[in-house]
């Protein structure tokens, strides 16, 4: 006899995606401050991060809105993915700039392409472990 797990819910189907959002804009956060050397204030991490994570907030909000009715698959690439990344970096740098933090146009670069390489990044591995099970 053979006992299967029952189906995941809502909720357990979101929580890993947006645990490994969070860990791959803390990632994002860590590498920028540390080569910056600011790596030692966790004021100053928090102070850096908070506004990359209520963008992202925002993305999760608008891709869920974006796939209401249809299903919102937390992990993948598009739309979530793709939404998730864009709303970190432009929200995050309007909240930056409305906290008085420096966005420069180097920092915007580096930061939308990390980001994206970061939450995108653990999408398609995610992705190709799936298509492999």
Do not use: K, Y
Not at 10 to 37: E, K, M, S, W, Y
Not at 104 to 129: K, P
Request: proline share 5%; net charge positive.
């Amino acid at each position: 006899m053979s006992v299967s797990s029952p189906a995941p819910t809502a909720a357990r189907r979101l929580a890993l995606p947006v645990v490994a959002d969070l860990v791959a804009i803390g990632v994002f956060v860590a590498i920028g401050r540390n080569n910056h050397d600011e790596a030692a204030s966790v004021s100053g991490f928090l102070s850096t991060l908070w506004p990359f994570v209520a963008g992202a907030a925002i993305g999760w909000a608008i891709a869920a809105a974006v796939a209401r009715g249809r299903g919102l698959v937390p992990a993948a690439l598009w739309p979530a993915g793709v939404i998730v990344w864009v709303s970190t970096v432009a929200c995050g740098m309007v909240l930056r700039v409305i906290a008085g933090q420096g966005t420069a146009a180097s920092f915007i670069v580096v930061a939308t392409l990390a980001t994206g390489l970061l939450l995108l990044g653990w999408r398609a591995v995610a992705l190709l472990i799936a298509r492999r099970a």
